[in-house]
């Protein structure tokens, strides 16, 4: 079943189109990883599937439900309950992890659980600590973000995402932020994930991890898809621009 489909997705800011007719669908269990160069449109992408961002054209679905449609020449959204229903099916880890400072641990997990889907508290903590237990943060519950590695600050943010127990989780480049040594912290969690089958789309510059944990890679530059297949495919492409962007990377792989 397609969990995201995402059809002519258009999006420009002060004239400057930054995506420009994607389309792109993730089945169940799928992990999609999008690779391209600084500005090629991969966290602008993320950000219209998510909806942080408003698409200025195209359609985008989940599990069969329209989050928005083409009207004329512009985006119509469903309403706000249909959108609530929605955002329930996706998690979202951020590159700067976006956890709330004055917040615990537990309460950073747990506050949208409780005001935003209106789970119960006890429920709501129960999820949490499962989570922290798999992640290793169990003795950490109590910290608040400043005690915290930025690897454990990054888990808790996976936690956070997990603890919604969405159909899909995206990333954006969840270890840009983190040393080397913290990122291979981050993406043995990822890796583990993938094990799992948890359906991920994740916008990464890791080859490697790329390569390793991917069914499909895709690679946008100039707000178009200019290539994807699965990581064998792909690598062994003749797309020339391709190969120089691997070229350019290729200490990660």
């Given at each position: 079943?397609?969990?995201?489909e995402?059809?002519?997705?258009?999006k420009?800011f002060?004239?400057l189109?930054v995506l420009?007719?994607?389309s792109?669908s993730?089945?169940?269990g799928?992990?999609?990883s999008?690779?391209?160069?600084?500005?090629?449109?991969?966290?602008t992408?993320?950000?219209?599937?998510?909806?942080l961002?408003?698409?200025?054209?195209g359609?985008l679905?989940?599990?069969?439900?329209?989050?928005?449609w083409?009207?004329g020449d512009?985006?119509v959204y469903?309403?706000?309950?249909?959108?609530?229903e929605?955002h329930?099916?996706?998690?979202?880890?951020f590159?700067?992890?976006n956890?709330?400072?004055?917040?615990?641990v537990?309460?950073n997990?747990t506050?949208?659980l409780?005001s935003?889907?209106?789970?119960s508290?006890?429920?709501?903590e129960?999820?949490?600590?499962?989570?922290?237990a798999?992640?290793?943060?169990?003795?950490?519950k109590d910290?608040?973000?400043?005690?915290l590695?930025?690897?454990?600050?990054?888990?808790?943010?996976?936690?956070?995402?997990?603890?919604k127990?969405?159909q899909?989780l995206?990333?954006d480049?969840p270890?840009?932020a983190?040393?080397p040594?913290?990122?291979?912290?981050?993406?043995?969690?990822?890796?583990e994930l993938?094990?799992e089958?948890m359906?991920?789309?994740?916008?990464?510059?890791?080859m490697?991890?790329?390569?390793?944990?991917?069914?499909?890679?895709i690679?946008?530059?100039h707000?178009?898809?200019?290539a994807?297949?699965?990581?064998e495919?792909?690598f062994?492409?003749?797309?020339?621009?391709?190969?120089?962007?691997?070229?350019?990377?290729?200490?990660?792989?």
């Amino acid at each position: 079943m397609e969990l995201l489909e995402m059809q002519h997705v258009k999006k420009e800011f002060n004239g400057l189109k930054v995506l420009k007719d994607i389309s792109l669908s993730v089945s169940k269990g799928e992990v999609v990883s999008i690779i391209g160069p600084s500005g090629s449109g991969k966290s602008t992408l993320l950000r219209c599937a998510t909806m942080l961002e408003k698409m200025d054209g195209g359609s985008l679905t989940y599990m069969g439900e329209s989050a928005c449609w083409e009207e004329g020449d512009k985006c119509v959204y469903a309403s706000k309950a249909k959108l609530k229903e929605i955002h329930k099916c996706f998690g979202l880890v951020f590159q700067n992890f976006n956890l709330f400072p004055h917040y615990s641990v537990m309460k950073n997990i747990t506050d949208a659980l409780i005001s935003v889907d209106k789970i119960s508290k006890k429920e709501a903590e129960e999820r949490a600590l499962v989570l922290l237990a798999k992640l290793g943060l169990s003795d950490k519950k109590d910290a608040y973000p400043c005690q915290l590695s930025g690897g454990q600050q990054q888990r808790v943010s996976i936690a956070r995402a997990l603890a919604k127990q969405p159909q899909i989780l995206f990333f954006d480049e969840p270890t840009s932020a983190l040393d080397p040594e913290l990122t291979a912290e981050v993406l043995k969690v990822i890796k583990e994930l993938a094990k799992e089958h948890m359906t991920m789309i994740i916008v990464t510059h890791e080859m490697q991890f790329a390569k390793e944990v991917s069914d499909r890679i895709i690679f946008m530059e100039h707000g178009v898809i200019q290539a994807q297949g699965s990581p064998e495919e792909l690598f062994d492409m003749k797309n020339e621009r391709l190969k120089e962007f691997m070229g350019h990377l290729s200490g990660n792989l």
